[in-house]
């Protein structure tokens, strides 16, 4: 199948999936289509089934989007998941309301501490840099819960949240670059340009992330003893 005939088949059930949402999720690895001879993608029924399982845990269950990458390597490994009327609630999927997107999930502080494995007080190291930060109404979402847990591992190496801060800066200068790309486009201020515009923004995004992590793999090989 097409990505468009993929797209027809998911709408009926979930009407906020989108043609970019679709990429942002091959791009996470969470499906893996394969590619014609004239390079574009190819939709298996397992990719569909992939997708629709993804899609549903993040409007049911709340959960981020490298909870369910796990999840879907336990079943390739053909390990069995609990279902859902058994499905334990852990932090990340209790108290999150609708409003909240289906991207997205609403931690209190205790349960982001909890659900990313670290201290309150490598928390409050992070907020102190703002590397991460709660809403308005003080609530964490899942870009804060994957910065912690992620800052959590990085410390088990002696990487403290200062020294995370070139790595902000540099996803920073990488946004600039997007957002110049995209100017042009929110300038039409049409539908069809805001379409454009996100699966443009989607797709450098995913380019420029690929290219950021060969230059510091090459890097990493260069300081490795020989």
Do not use: C, W
Not at 202 to 215: P, Q, S
């Amino acid at each position: 199948m097409s990505i468009g005939e993929v797209l027809a088949q998911l709408r009926p059930d979930f009407p906020d999936v989108s043609i970019s949402k679709i990429r942002f999720l091959e791009a996470e690895g969470l499906v893996e289509p394969q590619r014609s001879a004239s390079g574009y993608r190819r939709f298996t029924p397992d990719d569909v089934a992939r997708l629709r399982y993804v899609l549903t845990v993040q409007r049911d269950h709340y959960l981020p989007l490298r909870v369910i990458k796990e999840q879907l390597e336990q079943l390739n490994r053909g390990m069995e998941l609990v279902s859902d009327g058994e499905r334990p609630v852990t932090p990340y999927t209790a108290g999150s309301a609708k409003s909240a997107g289906e991207d997205e999930v609403a931690l209190t502080q205790a349960s982001l501490v909890e659900a990313a494995g670290i201290s309150a007080e490598l928390l409050a190291e992070l907020e102190s840099y703002s590397l991460v930060q709660p809403s308005r109404s003080g609530v964490y979402d899942a870009h804060a819960l994957f910065v912690a847990r992620t800052a959590g591992e990085l410390a088990q190496y002696g990487l403290e949240p200062r020294h995370l801060r070139s790595v902000r800066s540099a996803a920073e200068r990488e946004v600039d670059l997007v957002e110049q790309v995209l100017a042009p486009m929110l300038r039409q201020r049409s539908a069809e340009a805001a379409g454009r515009a996100e699966e443009t923004a989607a797709e450098i995004a995913r380019l420029t992330t690929r290219l950021h992590a060969a230059f510091v793999d090459a890097g990493v090989r260069r300081i490795r003893p020989r």
